[in-house]
């Protein structure tokens, strides 16, 4: 079992949605119900959990476009095509954008969607031996490629979903995918799967086809989108989960695709809601949003005010000193 992958990297990996742990077992890997996840190929380091985890017509859509006989070529095709369209060098592309992740050595990351896998090599090689480098894909064909290129023994390969992905939540100081996520059906659970596998505190930069707002009431767009109508879609800032920090949205390739890069974290952002309002008004952000009350007419309330400035105090200390003799 040792010539398949280092005993370390399967511990990365649990069952999709429900979350086991997972053993080595002769077929592949075996979680504490018994189901088994089976090797792709003999001596291969591929995991294949798409059975049962392909349920939605995007997916099987997916699984049409990327599984086919000629997949790979028509792949690679595609590939050679963008980076000529934009006068990009594609290894100086690739090293740019998974700069990202700002990346040393020992940390363990995953690439979702990796396609033929041109990325590994770079993230590997800046994990170093001490790292870890794990590589995901729902096509089969594409995995098995990216495997075939890519033999470092750091690294572990999934045949999987990306909306139920077969990791340990937290297991990863840095997550990326480039290329896909328009596709995925479910863009918010993609999203939150990439935020769940990842450590708080660890990166997250994901990207796809989407042409820069500035751009949209162009003959670029209409030229663009004519091409390719997933460069219509928009960059999904709107479906990043609430604890995202540092959050930053760049645009690349002829502002045609979008970059979303976060800070993985935990709830909302901090922010102390008791700090006090100097001035008239007065208050915190707290007193001012759970302590709204009915209104009163506007002749009160400029009375409120008047006497809050002439006891040179806030109009909120007025309001509270009133009502609670009041009360």
Not at 40 to 65: C, G, H, W
Not at 186 to 196: G, S
Not at 212 to 235: G, I, M, S
Not at 321 to 326: E, K, P, T, V, W
Request: include cysteine; aromatic fraction near 10%; charged fraction near 20%.
């Amino acid at each position: 079992m040792a010539e398949r992958m280092n005993a370390h990297l399967y511990q990365a990996l649990a069952t999709p949605d429900a979350l086991l742990s997972l053993d080595l077992c002769q077929e592949g890997l075996k979680d504490t119900q018994n189901n088994i996840f089976r090797f792709a190929a003999a001596k291969s380091n591929v995991v294949d959990f798409i059975e049962p985890y392909v349920t939605s017509e995007y997916d099987r859509s997916n699984l049409q476009m990327y599984n086919s006989a000629n997949s790979v070529e028509i792949y690679r095709n595609f590939l050679d095509w963008l980076f000529q369209t934009f006068n990009v060098q594609e290894q100086e592309f690739r090293v740019e954008i998974l700069s990202h992740l700002k990346l040393s050595a020992g940390m363990k990351v995953l690439i979702t969607g990796c396609g033929l896998g041109e990325d590994i090599p770079i993230v590997s090689k800046a994990v170093g031996l001490g790292g870890e480098v794990h590589a995901q894909d729902i096509s089969k064909a594409m995995v098995l490629e990216s495997a075939k290129n890519n033999t470092q023994p750091n690294t572990l390969f999934t045949i999987s979903n990306a909306n139920c992905l077969p990791y340990a939540s937290g297991y990863f100081d840095a997550v990326f995918h480039f290329g896909g996520i328009n596709l995925f059906g479910d863009t918010k659970k993609a999203i939150a799967e990439l935020d769940r596998v990842c450590k708080k505190g660890g990166k997250v930069v994901f990207g796809d086809e989407g042409v820069a707002a500035h751009l949209r009431k162009t003959q670029y767009f209409d030229v663009a989108v004519c091409n390719n109508k997933l460069w219509a879609a928009e960059p999904p800032m709107d479906l990043l989960p609430h604890g995202a920090l540092d959050v930053q949205l760049t645009y690349i390739l002829g502002n045609c695709f979008y970059v979303i890069g976060f800070t993985s974290g935990e709830g909302f952002p901090y922010m102390n809601i008791d700090i006090p309002h100097k001035g008239t008004r007065g208050g915190t952000a707290r007193t001012r949003y759970f302590g709204q009350l009915e209104g009163v007419s506007a002749e009160t309330k400029a009375k409120v005010y008047a006497k809050a400035r002439e006891l040179n105090i806030s109009a909120h200390q007025v309001l509270e000193d009133i009502l609670r003799s009041a009360l």
